[in-house]
């Protein structure tokens, strides 16, 4: 149960971190409200499904994985928008768009094996201890959060050689 909120953080951090990196491009502050609130309620339903004992039930299994998933997605809008206003050559760079794919398609997959009981699914009783969906689903968080660290040193690096940051106090 308690278990699953450092995974909501850890899930919801790459999207807060660029949506603030996001914020620092003039052309794109005037959205960076909606979409920290976004992130943060989603993520708080997350908090709350994962400490509710009304989704504890084996059956919402699977809307756990939809929620975390979601959360996840919710990081493709500020990310387009980044693209079709700033192009997708800076995006490259800016926002390390590829270690952020990567990173997505990490949580992503790891998500389909944990929600689809993957491979305990197709040999039961074979993957009770070792290689279960939910040990699979947690070595694709770990390599997604390579990914992110990947990108944010590369986006820091990046961005503060370029000097083309426009943060105002």
């Given at each position: 149960?308690?278990?699953d909120?450092p ?5 919801s951090?790459?999207n ?5 990196a996001?914020a ?10 909606i979409?920290?609130?976004?992130i ?12 509710s004992?009304?989704?504890q ?26 693209i ?29 094996f ?9 040999a ?20 997604a ?25």
């Amino acid at each position: 149960m308690l278990q699953d909120i450092p995974l909501i953080l850890s899930i919801s951090n790459p999207n807060i971190i660029g949506i603030i990196a996001i914020a620092c491009y003039k052309t794109l502050q005037d959205h960076h409200p909606i979409y920290l609130t976004s992130i943060a309620a989603l993520s708080l339903l997350g908090v709350t499904m994962t400490t509710s004992q009304r989704f504890q039930h084996p059956s919402l299994h699977w809307l756990r994985a939809v929620v975390f998933s979601g959360i996840a997605l919710l990081g493709v809008v500020p990310v387009s928008h980044f693209i079709w206003i700033e192009g997708l050559e800076k995006a490259t760079d800016a926002i390390s768009l590829w270690y952020l794919a990567a990173m997505m398609g990490f949580y992503g997959l790891g998500a389909l094996f944990y929600a689809l009981h993957i491979p305990e699914r197709w040999a039961p009783g074979k993957f009770d201890y070792v290689l279960n969906s939910h040990q699979i689903f947690h070595v694709f968080v770990v390599l997604a959060a390579i990914c992110h660290y990947m990108g944010l040193v590369k986006a820091f690096v990046w961005n503060h050689s370029m000097d083309l940051l426009v943060l105002e106090m």
